[in-house]
């Protein structure tokens, strides 16, 4: 008896024929950019001092109201080869930026997203400085809190001086830098001649006025007639009279400073 041959599956392709992929049957779409994640980028050469940098455009005009501007400007009408920024010969020269502070800004966006990034406070402070000329109010603010907030260590938190004087020249707000305010309207010593020289002359009126204020407010025991004296330096101080000076001086700087204690964060 001859066998018949068994029924062909239809959904089986023919010898010869692929399979249609799925995505050749489902209709067709129109292929569009993305909002976000498309870039229309292009590299760009810098001269800061005596150094060049390539790089691309995309997070200086993102993050600055400055380069974006400086970026959207019409170019001359030249050979697209030479016009400025596009080779070495002829790049855009940053007037008043050290190398330092370019190259630690360019550090902070090309690497402050893998862990452990760390930038020695030299190199944040030079970070506050550019974005502070440059308009970069989010890396402005994440400088500002390496230098004065936790991030610090105990020790760059004590350069006082140091830090007023960078908080002056980058209009950083007072609240941000209180425990530098106390501790030199507490400082026994006065200001010498090189530190009066760091500040403006409104500073140091405001640190001679806080200054009086706080010795007024806090009459030191030494000043006793000379038979009290005796007496009294022999008797322990009391143990909240630190921390009372210390929120006397607080409170001395919130008024001459102007501090609202709501700006505290």
Same mark, same amino acid.
């Given at each position: 008896?001859?066998?018949?041959?068994?029924?062909?599956?239809?959904?089986?392709?023919?010898?010869?024929?692929?399979?249609?992929?799925?995505?050749?049957?489902?209709?067709?779409?129109?292929?569009?950019?993305?909002?976000?994640?498309?870039?229309?980028?292009?590299?760009?050469?810098?001269?800061?001092?005596?150094?060049?940098?390539?790089?691309?455009?995309?997070?200086?005009?993102?993050?600055?109201?400055?380069?974006?501007?400086?970026?959207?400007?019409?170019?001359?009408?030249?050979?697209?080869?030479?016009?400025?920024?596009?080779?070495?010969?002829?790049?855009?020269?940053?007037?008043?930026?050290?190398?330092?502070?370019?190259?630690?800004?360019?550090?902070?966006?090309?690497?402050?997203?893998?862990?452990?990034?760390?930038?020695? +406070?030299?190199?944040?402070?030079? /970070? %506050? &400085?550019?974005?502070?000329? *440059? @308009?970069? =109010?989010?890396? $402005?603010?994440?400088?500002?809190?390496?230098?004065?907030?936790?991030?610090?260590?105990?020790?760059? +938190?004590?350069?006082?001086?140091? /830090? %007023? &004087?960078?908080?002056?020249? *980058? @209009?950083? =707000?007072?609240? $941000?830098?209180?425990?530098?305010?106390?501790?030199?309207?507490?400082?026994?010593?006065?200001?010498?001649?090189?530190?009066?020289?760091?500040?403006?002359?409104?500073?140091?009126?405001?640190?001679?006025?806080?200054?009086?204020?706080?010795?007024?407010?806090?009459?030191?025991?030494?000043?006793?007639?000379?038979?009290?004296?005796?007496?009294?330096?022999?008797?322990?101080?009391?143990?909240?009279?630190?921390?009372?000076?210390?929120?006397?001086?607080?409170?001395?700087?919130?008024?001459?400073?102007?501090?609202?204690?709501?700006?505290?964060?």
């Amino acid at each position: 008896m001859m066998a018949t041959a068994p029924p062909q599956d239809s959904t089986v392709p023919k010898k010869g024929r692929g399979v249609v992929p799925p995505r050749a049957l489902a209709p067709a779409r129109a292929v569009t950019r993305h909002d976000e994640f498309y870039f229309t980028d292009e590299m760009t050469v810098f001269q800061v001092e005596n150094r060049l940098f390539r790089v691309h455009r995309h997070f200086l005009a993102e993050n600055s109201l400055v380069f974006s501007s400086m970026f959207s400007l019409p170019r001359e009408p030249t050979d697209s080869s030479s016009a400025e920024g596009t080779c070495d010969t002829n790049p855009i020269y940053l007037s008043g930026v050290t190398e330092l502070e370019f190259e630690t800004l360019l550090r902070y966006f090309y690497n402050s997203m893998h862990d452990g990034f760390s930038l020695p +406070q030299t190199s944040w402070i030079a /970070l %506050l &400085s550019i974005t502070h000329r *440059y @308009d970069f =109010p989010n890396v $402005r603010e994440r400088a500002i809190r390496e230098v004065y907030g936790t991030a610090a260590t105990a020790e760059q +938190q004590q350069d006082h001086l140091l /830090l %007023l &004087s960078v908080a002056e020249k *980058y @209009d950083v =707000p007072p609240e $941000r830098l209180l425990p530098s305010l106390i501790a030199l309207v507490m400082r026994p010593q006065p200001l010498t001649e090189d530190e009066v020289a760091l500040f403006s002359a409104l500073t140091i009126s405001r640190l001679a006025h806080a200054r009086e204020e706080f010795v007024r407010a806090t009459p030191d025991l030494r000043r006793l007639p000379p038979a009290q004296s005796v007496h009294f330096l022999l008797v322990p101080s009391p143990p909240n009279s630190q921390s009372r000076k210390e929120d006397i001086a607080k409170d001395v700087v919130y008024k001459i400073w102007q501090i609202q204690k709501g700006d505290l964060h």
